[in-house]
């Protein structure tokens, strides 16, 4: 994985600690530490055409030459080898890494682009069996209850199998989930099993680097891994939209096709062919080798092993900052984005088809701001964006309040007879923003429970603790979205509640880790 983060889908909203160190570490090095990757890539790029056989490269001769010239590169300079090497910038990923690897981040952008195309589908196929409003957040909450239930077995159940199968396994229950609503089944229940599946994905998706790749290769294999995450969401939430079009509409209405009866069950088996493609494409992944016991065998010592590992990480004066906000945030997250999807409806006038086009845009914004993140703030100076939580929430505040009776009717960009409306250009540098701001901040926070996590416990333990409190808040907010759709709260004042409530608790964190700095030492904790 979610993974994060306002505009993705639930699976992919993972924009905490792996997608923020590994995404964005091949852009930026920390300031100060080396050559950036755009002097060094050129460098790797020519060194890798050495490779390539003659008469395959000599039609391209002159674009590497006009390379050569162009960035005036040369050998990086033996002063930064080591910060080269540490960061694996200095070579060609295609060099780098296995022939398995990149199976992996095929099956990982096939399978993700279905997760966040599957929404967009299931909420069409709500409003086709005319469900009431509430109802939509209750797809989310069946789906995240798995992974709030099954927090202290997933990691054993991906130990327990080759992690190769237990990808296969889920993407099988996903394309299992999407049959069962072509088939009649009522999406929660079906969305539930697709959930299942979703939870045991997780950590298998990330292991399995650990076994196939050394240590000093994860940074660029889980760069490779969340790029291809982040890309999937943007093209799955616009594909999701294009699928339930009034295009798609019509070509059902046409095609005649058995079990089709409309564009949401053409794009349910658009999303189940995408999940049988990744789970075939999850067998090619070849044995790593890694063989681990059965824990599963032993539920009551996972379950107080797990509760051993919550304790630790709240009671830490660094870690339970970021723990606090990372939960604030991802339980924030999900829950607005349904409201994007309603506000770009009421407050718009636009259809689920083009306010999905708005998800892949605030996607686009949480990528910016996470590589802003990671390249203008180090670990040290992490608590410094707390305000920027702050600042989002108030974002989100005036996003409530935006819609299209502040312009006038006619006020656009025309081109011939095609043109966009006003308010629709201006809405999508605010869901950037607001994305933007989101992956700022969330990056430096995760940065710091990925860091205090390792130190106190593990990876593994830490990053099961932190997915176990971060959808918990996703029951709590989805059901607190629930109660006030069927108390009929307008979606605005809906989003200003939400607003207000993440405002607070920012603030109150921000409070709480100056009364942390008071008792202990956060730079020391950091630098541990």
């Given at each position: 994985?979610?993974?994060?983060?306002?505009?993705?889908?639930?699976?992919?909203?993972?924009?905490?600690?792996?997608?923020v160190s590994?995404?964005?570490?091949?852009?930026?090095?920390?300031?100060?530490?080396?050559?950036?990757l755009?002097?060094?890539?050129?460098?790797?790029?020519l060194?890798?055409?050495?490779?390539?056989?003659?008469?395959?490269?000599?039609?391209?001769?002159?674009?590497?030459?006009a390379?050569?010239?162009?960035?005036?590169?040369g050998?990086?300079?033996?002063?930064?080898?080591?910060?080269?090497?540490?960061?694996?910038?200095a070579?060609?990923?295609?060099?780098?890494?296995?022939?398995?690897?990149?199976?992996?981040?095929?099956?990982?952008?096939?399978?993700?682009?279905?997760?966040?195309?599957?929404?967009?589908?299931?909420?069409?196929?709500?409003?086709?069996?005319r469900?009431?409003?509430?109802?939509?957040?209750?797809?989310?909450?069946?789906?995240?209850?798995?992974?709030?239930?099954?927090?202290?077995f997933?990691?054993?159940?991906?130990?327990?199998?080759q992690?190769?199968h237990?990808?296969?396994?889920?993407?099988?229950?996903?394309?299992?989930?999407?049959?069962?609503?072509?088939?009649g089944?009522?999406?929660m229940?079906?969305?539930?099993v697709?959930?299942f599946?979703?939870?045991?994905?997780?950590p298998?998706k990330?292991g399995?680097?650990?076994e196939?790749?050394?240590?000093?290769?994860?940074?660029?294999?889980n760069?490779?891994?969340?790029?291809?995450?982040?890309?999937?969401?943007?093209?799955?939430?616009?594909?999701?939209?294009?699928?339930?079009?009034?295009?798609?509409?019509?070509?059902?209405?046409?095609?005649h096709?058995?079990?089709?009866?409309?564009?949401?069950?053409?794009?349910?088996?658009?999303?189940?062919?995408?999940?049988?493609?990744?789970?075939?494409?999850?067998?090619?992944?070849?044995?790593?080798?890694?063989?681990?016991?059965?824990?599963?065998?032993?539920?009551?010592?996972?379950?107080?092993?797990?509760?051993?590992?919550?304790?630790?990480?709240?009671?830490?004066?660094?870690?339970?900052?970021?723990?606090?906000?990372?939960?604030?945030?991802?339980?924030?997250?999900?829950?607005?984005?349904?409201?994007?999807?309603?506000?770009?409806?009421?407050?718009?006038?636009?259809?689920?088809?083009?306010?999905?086009?708005?998800?892949?845009?605030?996607?686009?914004?949480?990528?910016?701001g996470?590589?802003?993140?990671?390249?203008?703030?180090?670990?040290?100076?992490?608590?410094?964006?707390l305000?920027?939580?702050?600042?989002?929430g108030?974002?989100?505040?005036?996003?409530?309040?935006?819609?299209?009776?502040?312009?006038?009717?006619?006020?656009?960009?025309h081109?011939?007879?095609?043109?966009?409306?006003?308010?629709?250009?201006?809405?999508?540098?605010?869901m950037?923003?607001?994305?933007?701001?989101?992956?700022?901040?969330?990056?430096?926070?995760?940065?710091?429970?990925?860091?205090?996590?390792?130190?106190?416990?593990?990876?593994?333990?830490?990053?099961?603790?932190?997915?176990?409190?971060?959808?918990?808040?996703?029951?709590?907010?989805?059901?607190a979205?629930?109660?006030?759709?069927?108390?009929?709260?307008?979606?605005?004042w809906i989003?200003?509640?939400?607003?207000?409530?993440?405002t607070?608790?920012?603030?109150?964190?921000?409070?709480?880790?100056?009364?942390n700095?008071?008792?202990?030492?956060?730079h020391?904790?950091?630098?541990e």
């Amino acid at each position: 994985m979610m993974s994060s983060p306002v505009a993705f889908s639930h699976s992919t909203l993972r924009v905490p600690v792996r997608l923020v160190s590994a995404m964005c570490a091949p852009y930026a090095l920390r300031r100060g530490q080396g050559e950036r990757l755009p002097q060094a890539l050129p460098y790797a790029l020519l060194q890798a055409w050495q490779d390539v056989p003659a008469g395959v490269a000599k039609p391209y001769t002159g674009l590497a030459r006009a390379l050569r010239q162009a960035f005036r590169v040369g050998p990086p300079q033996q002063s930064h080898a080591r910060v080269l090497r540490a960061s694996s910038c200095a070579q060609l990923p295609i060099r780098f890494m296995k022939k398995g690897f990149y199976t992996i981040i095929a099956a990982q952008f096939i399978s993700s682009l279905a997760d966040n195309a599957l929404l967009i589908a299931a909420i069409a196929l709500l409003s086709v069996i005319r469900s009431a409003a509430w109802v939509t957040p209750l797809l989310q909450i069946f789906f995240t209850i798995s992974y709030v239930l099954l927090a202290p077995f997933v990691g054993a159940f991906a130990d327990a199998l080759q992690k190769r199968h237990v990808m296969f396994i889920s993407n099988a229950l996903k394309a299992s989930g999407c049959m069962m609503m072509i088939a009649g089944v009522h999406p929660m229940i079906a969305y539930g099993v697709v959930g299942f599946g979703a939870a045991a994905y997780s950590p298998a998706k990330y292991g399995i680097l650990t076994e196939l790749l050394p240590a000093e290769k994860l940074v660029k294999a889980n760069a490779w891994l969340e790029s291809a995450t982040v890309l999937s969401t943007i093209v799955g939430t616009m594909v999701g939209g294009a699928l339930i079009s009034t295009f798609a509409d019509r070509f059902v209405a046409h095609a005649h096709l058995p079990l089709i009866r409309s564009s949401a069950d053409l794009a349910m088996f658009a999303v189940m062919l995408t999940y049988a493609i990744a789970a075939a494409i999850n067998v090619f992944i070849p044995d790593t080798g890694a063989r681990y016991p059965n824990r599963l065998s032993e539920p009551t010592r996972l379950v107080g092993d797990f509760y051993h590992c919550f304790n630790v990480l709240w009671a830490d004066k660094l870690a339970q900052i970021a723990l606090w906000v990372t939960t604030l945030m991802w339980g924030g997250a999900v829950t607005l984005q349904l409201l994007v999807l309603k506000w770009a409806n009421v407050n718009l006038g636009l259809s689920l088809s083009k306010a999905a086009v708005m998800q892949g845009v605030t996607g686009l914004g949480i990528a910016v701001g996470a590589a802003a993140a990671a390249a203008l703030i180090p670990l040290r100076r992490s608590l410094r964006v707390l305000p920027v939580g702050i600042v989002t929430g108030a974002v989100a505040i005036a996003m409530a309040f935006y819609n299209k009776n502040l312009f006038p009717a006619d006020a656009g960009i025309h081109v011939g007879s095609y043109g966009v409306p006003l308010y629709i250009v201006l809405a999508y540098p605010l869901m950037i923003l607001l994305g933007g701001l989101s992956g700022f901040f969330i990056v430096p926070m995760n940065a710091i429970l990925q860091h205090r996590g390792a130190t106190l416990l593990s990876a593994g333990h830490s990053i099961a603790v932190q997915n176990f409190n971060q959808n918990l808040a996703v029951l709590l907010m989805l059901g607190a979205y629930a109660l006030l759709l069927t108390a009929k709260m307008p979606a605005q004042w809906i989003i200003v509640v939400f607003g207000v409530f993440i405002t607070f608790m920012m603030w109150l964190a921000k409070r709480r880790s100056a009364t942390n700095e008071r008792t202990a030492n956060m730079h020391v904790l950091l630098e541990e």
